[in-house]
Nanobody, 117 residues
Framework: QVHVVESGGGLVQPGGSLRLSCAAS????????MGWYREAPGKQRELVAI???????NYGEPVKDRFTISRDNGKNTVYLQMNNLKPEDTAVYYC???????????WGQGTQVTVSS
């Protein structure tokens, strides 16, 4: 079993920045990839960014050039630096952890990000 905990959400004005963190913990697991998804009211959950254990990254189109994903493999932690935030970035952000040989990915509880003046 892998436990996933996000932190760093909050309220920010348009044009501002936030940094999200996600830590995975448990026993005897090997992470393949960690990423962020978001879900806004009335919309489907969508990919924000993902990073593999080898360092390859992929971003959703709406956040390219504004968000940066990074990881600390030693701490099983992934970060999402969000710059130039827009009201349309308002959503619950979920951390996703893909574990080797696991039947399904693990999800965190989510952290609210609200961009509003």
């Amino acid at each position: 079993q892998v436990h996933v905990v996000e932190s760093g959400g909050g309220l920010v004005q348009p044009g501002g920045s936030l940094r999200l963190s996600c830590a995975a913990s448990g026993s005897s697991f090997s992470i393949v990839a960690m990423g962020w998804y978001r879900e806004a009211p009335g919309k489907q959950r969508e990919l924000v960014a993902i990073i593999t254990s080898g360092g390859s990254t992929n971003y959703g189109e709406p956040v390219k050039d504004r968000f940066t994903i990074s990881r600390d493999n030693g701490k099983n932690t992934v970060y999402l630096q969000m710059n130039n935030l827009k009201p349309e970035d308002t959503a619950v952000y979920y951390c996703n952890v893909v574990v080797l040989r696991a039947r399904r990915p693990y999800w965190g509880q989510g952290t609210q990000v609200t961009v509003s003046s």
